[in-house]
């Protein structure tokens, strides 16, 4: 099914996780404090080619073990877009580039405006969909000593999270489409970010949470905003984990 709103498209799928040694890029994090393996099945293969689709991943860190306020979410409308990709809070995200060597880069946010921010690094990169191998699936780890500085860890208690896919960033009179952890015909459930607890091993899956219908169900396809509803934005599957250094 296909919803009609403002153009813009996020999207989260899971996989398992494979089996190839990470290594840390050059300038990342080079401890074990606590990781966050993220892992994103699409509808379609990544649309890596051309005018290249928008992958990301906004987190939300916290000091507390449950916010009461809201966490990172899509923009929804062409009014008031800020950044054109991600509203609510958030304090850093992962963006998917395909013109990278390691294209899993790690942003940081300025301020609250969710307009200023600063490219801070790479991702562990445990799949890159452009080998072929699995061009549907996104998947990558970070250290939480990469997103704060490794004496604040212990004082991160959770993490808000979400997964946002879009045709393009919202601009001003130009809406996109997009997919988010949600049901995308759906505007009450369009606020569907998930809570990570960081104090504890744990992995967070779709299956449990119930945001993405299976492949197959006549309501799969819920893309806003776009005829169609591309598989290459269409969220199939998605999950994060926590992992604590054993």
Known sequence: MIAKAARFTLVVGAALLTSACAKFPAGGADLFTKRIIVTVKLEGAVKTGGLAYRYIVPLRLSTVSN???DGPKPVTSDVNVGNGF???NCTHYIEFNPNGSNPYEIWKFKDATLNERSLTGYAISRSDPRDGRQPNVLQFEVDLSQLVPTADVPSILSIQANVLTMDDYAREQDGHGWDALGDGLIPSKWNNWILLDTR???????TNFQTEPPSG???FEDVVGLNGSPPELNIA???FEIQLQQ
């Open 67 to 69: 916010p009461t306020d």
């Open 86 to 88: 991600v509203a609510g």
């Open 200 to 206: 504890t091993s744990r992995k967070y899956t779709n």
């Open 217 to 219: 169900d006549p309501d």
């Open 237 to 239: 599957d998605w999950t």
